[in-house]
């Protein structure tokens, strides 16, 4: 590497810190700092931004609230158990390092994952903002191995950024919703992805048209007949359990002479 292109990340990084320290504050002073900071150029291109960062951002902050809204309006008249004045804080976060969003039910005591503290108490999500500058652009939305191959609340592939966008949206609205709900009825949380969050996010996904229409292709386990998680072209079960059953079949299975 040369003394230049040394020179230049650390330019990257200086500027990268200003704008942590400068501009994110609040999503305000965030648009302002992608501006007004002498580096404005090079933020954007590390952001991969056009020549007019606040009005493309400010698109996608638009949808990524609407979308907040609609699912909060959706989960008030589906749910009993939440009233009409149940909401879901939404805290869109540009930070350039940030890389996963959360959602859930938070405390003024619980913010050390928020280093700035944007989240107000109660049901809450906070989207990395980031990979999803480009609407248009085509990326894959990624879910949990557990429900990866569903129709219905899987993984997304080949679709706009505005859908992606939409698709961890109802997601981290599905954990609010969840922990809500058990929060009323006083019990005990069920598994984060368990089957109650599953069904919450399947009510969301539908409601939003985020549903694939066709399954994804996958192989059977040889014993069970659940659909395999793995991509190996070589796997034939889905868990050391059968594998043995399939073993015991074997050597139960009379030899040929």
Known sequence: MSKKNKSDDAAVRTRRNKLQHIGLTSNATNKQALVQTND??????ELRLDSNPIKQQQKVEVLAQETTTKCVAFARNHWPELTQGFEITAYLDWRIDREYSRGGIYSSKRRSFERLGQLASGPG?????VKYVHLSELQKH???KRFNNDPEIGSLGKVT???????TIAHECAHAIH????????????PPHGKAYQN??????IHLG???????????????????SSSSVRAQY???????????????????K
């Open 125 to 129: 999500i906070s989207i990395a903002m």
């Open 161 to 167: 950024s505005r859908k992606c966008l939409q698709a």
């Open 238 to 256: 889905c868990s050391a359990k059968c594998r043995k059953a399939a073993q015991r079949t074997r050597d139960k299975a009379p030899t040929k």
């Open 200 to 205: 919450i996010l399947r009510a969301l996904r």
């Open 179 to 190: 922990q809500s709900i058990a929060k009323i009825n006083n019990t005990k949380t069920s």
């Open 40 to 45: 404005a150029v090079t933020l954007r291109k």
């Open 210 to 228: 985020l549903v694939r229409k066709t399954r994804i292709r996958t192989k059977s386990c040889a014993i069970c007949k659940t659909p395999l």
């Open 142 to 144: 990624q879910e949990y």
